[in-house]
């Protein structure tokens, strides 16, 4: 596959180089997300070869009337030591689809998923967290597959994400993430059960807003 070759080529040395400390709760989390990540890896219509722009709009106004919302929850139990930086990803997008012509009343009036998961606490951020930060790793994969055809235009500020820091910022991640291990076990299961339940809500919100394959 194409995009996987792509990914060995960029994110060799970044991304798979973890430390061993950190594994346990990390591959709990690829271990429980994997079936769902392969489905979105497959499915979405980023990763269709004949998308077109009108199809790179939909999925990104999709990605808006997720992210828009899950964000203004995050805010109030962000967990501490994490950059609070990482809570603008809504804002690429809204740029990205202004740039791709939407106008403001335009941005203001797209549709935001509703039924989001509950998000109580820290923990159930962070596995939340998991999911839209790991999300940055294939948005590098994504710009280097789709921003060639498209050469030129705008809109790829999301998908840019980290750019060269995308490496670093998920070390960073994961040495978080790491902390959370020394938490009780339910917090550590009730992290794990937060990142499936964004992940589903996802899926779920990209189908009903017809951006899957
Ligand atoms: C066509 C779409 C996608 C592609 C091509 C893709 C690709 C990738 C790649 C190459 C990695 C790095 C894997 C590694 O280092 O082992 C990755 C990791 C990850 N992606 Fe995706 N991805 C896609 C969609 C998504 C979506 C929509 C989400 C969530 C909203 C997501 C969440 C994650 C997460 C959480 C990880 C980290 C897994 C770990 O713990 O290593 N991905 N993805």
Redesign the pocket.
């Known amino acids: 596959m194409l995009?996987q070759r792509l990914?060995a080529t960029i994110?060799a040395g970044t991304?798979?180089g973890t430390l061993a400390t950190r594994e346990t709760l990390?591959s709990a989390?690829?271990t429980a997300?994997d079936s769902v990540?392969r489905r979105?890896?497959r499915g979405?219509l980023?990763?269709d070869p004949r998308l077109s722009k009108a199809d790179y709009r939909q999925v990104l106004a999709a990605y808006y009337g997720f992210y828009r919302p899950l964000e203004a929850r995050l805010a109030w139990v962000w967990p501490a030591g994490l950059d609070a930086a990482r809570l603008h990803k809504r804002l690429w997008l809204a740029q990205d689809l202004q740039e791709l012509g939407l106008s403001a009343c335009g941005l203001a009036a797209l549709p935001h998923c509703e039924g989001m998961p509950p998000l109580r606490d820290e923990s159930e951020a962070m596995g939340c967290l998991?999911?839209?930060e790991?999300?940055c790793?294939?948005g590098q994969?994504?710009l280097r597959s789709i921003q060639p055809r498209f050469d030129g235009e705008g809109g790829f500020r999301f998908l840019e994400g980290y750019g060269l820091e995308t490496g670093r910022m998920w070390r960073n991640f994961l040495s978080c993430l790491n902390d959370f291990q020394n938490r009780d076990e339910r917090d550590q299961q009730r992290l794990i059960a937060s990142a499936v339940a964004t992940?589903e809500t996802?899926e779920r919100w990209l189908a009903l807003r017809e951006c899957l394959r």
Do not use: I, W
């Open positions: 995009l990914a994110l991304v798979s990390r989390l690829r997300t990540h979105l890896e979405l980023l990763s998991y999911v839209l790991g999300a790793l294939g994969v994504l992940f996802f």
